[in-house]
């Protein structure tokens, strides 16, 4: 099993910054691939963003493409999501998740944490 805690959420006017963290715990050794997803009412969970855990590539979404920034620190077991030059359509309830190898969808997910950003 993989716990995963999100923070660093907030309301932020648009144009401006805020960093994402997800500590994760438990069985890291078994993760291969973590990302961020988003969530606005009334519509699906969204992709984002993701990093491979251990070689580090990372696969972005159009809508965040040279916006935002996806990160990890091995050696804390944290990842992040670094976002700039926000916009209000970034508001959403963002998650973190992550999934094995033999996974080929998100298996385990944070439990969220708000971003608004205001106009």
């Known amino acids: 099993q993989v716990q995963l805690v999100e923070s660093g959420g907030g309301l932020v006017q648009a144009g401006g910054s805020l960093r994402l963290s997800c500590a994760a715990s438990g069985s890291i050794f078994s993760i291969n691939t973590m990302g961020w997803f988003r969530q606005t009412p009334g519509k699906e969970r969204e992709f984002v963003a993701a990093?491979?855990?251990?070689?580090?590539?990372?696969v972005y979404a159009d809508s965040v493409k040279g916006r935002f920034t996806i990160s990890r620190d091995n050696a804390k077991n944290t990842l992040y999501l670094q976002m700039n030059s926000l916009k209000p359509e970034d508001t959403a309830v963002y998650y973190c998740?992550?999934?094995?190898?033999?996974?080929?969808?998100?298996?385990?997910w944070g439990q969220g944490t708000q971003v608004t950003v205001s106009s």
């Open positions: 990093i491979f855990w251990s070689g580090g590539s990372t």
């Open positions: 998740a992550a999934r094995r190898l033999i996974s080929t969808v998100p298996e385990y």
